[in-house]
């Protein structure tokens, strides 16, 4: 283009005139031409990248009878150890001491969800109450988004469903397409095994298939379940999940159709994807697996932090470039080379993403979690506000969280058109995954928000 520039910069009136007669005599010549810049102008519009649109997403609100505060969790324990539902009913006081002190330091409130199965005694952990718990969140969800965009379930050509735990036959995606009937041609995949990063892969996977299929909406659906995946062992690794997970779930309509811009709420921008299950450590830091008793749960090792943290770092490094200004991708590189030739004990340059974000989505998995990447990201309060309080309202929902978070700043009313989102989570495998969206709008709350009934309570002081 240079070169092409410096040329035409140094032609005459007469060269522009000898052009035009010789284009005048020469019909064919200018003919191919014009073909050649018709058939390029199509092949540039027919390869273009495909812009993913969220016209709405919705998040599972459980029936009230669901709520569960950590008083009445210990005395369902208490009982469920007093019937030998328990293994090694006696020697359980130490345990009961642990889970407590797990239940008061997680950050989790007084009013999250167990399913049905685990509120019956004696526990109900059958293939039909999992099953039922998990149609009850699925359907729930994917009721209520297509009731608020009015989309006909037969416009709906990929459907993406995530659920880590809990794969039964025939597929959650299959029980979501015999519900709506969907198409017979449907693109419908089930991811399992993924943890709880799963949500960002299934948006991921959604984009990648929206490419290649014009003129359609991808519906996803994220959730865990909890009824089947109770821990009743004595391993204290395992028994953290039973503290931390809860019922919820997200449906999630996206659309490649430029039609869909004026009333969709965001603009897919960025999904950055981070898979360390090649390095042996991260691999088993998160391993669902038979404790000594031969029962089944989902053992956390001693590893995890170091894990999560080396794969996070991988994470912001591949997503840094991408997003941040130029000024912050200058002074991590002068950082860069004066630590690597200059003197090695300077520490790294931790960007300002808070220059790049306006809205932070991290992953509601624990309270720790939470507190690692406040602190190392540099953020406020009010940036982790959204996790904290899913984390308080709903507990870890697993791969659905950061969609609770997005609902929460909707509803407070904080989302202004341009602003950027950062949706973070991470998983076992180990995974780090990253989606980044822009609001196309000032975003209201859709209808049956899942805070539009407490959020006059929130936000609230976490006393730990």
């Known amino acids: 283009m240079s070169a092409i520039a410096m040329k035409a910069s140094r032609l005459s009136t007469q060269d522009l005139h000898n052009c035009y007669l010789y284009l005048e005599k020469n019909h064919t010549s200018l003919t191919m031409f014009t073909i050649s810049l018709i058939l390029g102008w199509i092949l540039y519009i027919m390869n273009r990248p495909q812009t993913v649109y969220l016209v709405d997403f919705s ?34 006081d130490y345990l009961m001491d642990f889970v407590e002190k797990i239940l008061e330091r997680s950050g989790l409130g007084q009013e999250t969800y167990i399913p049905e199965g685990l509120h019956c005694l004696p526990l109900e952990q059958t293939m039909a109450g999992s099953r039922k718990e998990t149609t009850d969140v699925i359907l729930g969800a994917v009721d209520n988004v297509l009731r608020n965009t009015g989309v006909s379930p037969s416009d709906i050509g990929i459907l993406v469903v995530n659920s880590s735990t809990f794969n039964p036959t025939p597929s959650l995606a299959t029980i979501i397409v015999n519900k709506y009937k969907l198409r017979d041609n449907i693109k419908s995949l089930n991811l399992g095994g993924m943890g709880c990063s799963a949500g960002v892969i299934a948006i991921d996977v959604a984009k990648s298939l929206l490419q290649v299929h014009r ?48 009333r969709a709420k965001y603009k897919l921008v960025h999904t950055v994807r981070v898979h360390t299950g090649s390095d042996d450590r991260s691999y088993g830091c998160a391993l669902q697996e038979d ?135 991470l998983g076992s495998g180990f995974k780090c995954n990253s989606s980044v969206w822009v609001a196309l709008r000032n975003v209201k709350p859709s209808a049956n928000n899942p805070w539009e009934d407490c959020l006059h309570k929130y936000p609230v002081e976490i006393d730990i």
């Not at 690794?237 to 997200?250: E, Q």
């Not at 989902?298 to 770092?313: C, N, Q, Y």
């Not at 991590?332 to 931790?350: L, W």
């Not at 009010?382 to 904290?388: D, F, I, K, Q, T």
Request: with cysteine; aromatic share 8%.
């Open 59 to 92: 998040c599972y609100l459980p029936p009230s009878h669901l709520k569960v505060s950590v008083k009445k969790i210990m005395s369902h324990v208490r009982v469920i150890r007093e019937q030998g539902m328990w293994a090694k009913t006696g020697e359980h």
């Open 215 to 262: 003129n359609t909406y991808a519906l996803v659906v994220s959730t865990e379940n909890i009824t089947q995946n109770l821990y009743l062992g004595n391993n204290k690794s395992m028994l953290v999940t039973n503290c931390l997970f809860r019922v919820g779930g997200a449906a999630v309509l996206l659309s490649n159709m430029s039609k869909d811009r004026k």
């Open 291 to 425: 404790d000594e008793d031969g029962l089944v749960g989902v053992s956390l090792s001693k590893d995890l932090p170091m894990v999560a943290a080396r794969t996070l770092k991988i994470n912001i490094a591949t997503l840094g470039p991408l997003v941040l200004p130029i000024r912050e991708k200058l002074r991590f590189f002068v950082t860069f080379v004066r630590k690597k030739f200059f003197n090695p004990k300077i520490k790294h340059y931790m960007p300002d993403f808070k220059l790049a974000f306006e809205h932070f989505c991290i992953h509601a998995g624990g309270r720790a979690l939470i507190d690692e990447l406040e602190k190392n990201l540099h953020l406020s309060p009010l940036h982790v506000e959204a996790s904290r309080m899913t984390l308080h309202r709903f507990g870890n929902t697993s791969s659905s969280s950061i969609w609770y978070e997005l609902a929460y700043t909707e509803a407070k009313g904080r989302m202004k058109k341009g602003d950027r989102i950062w949706q973070i989570a």
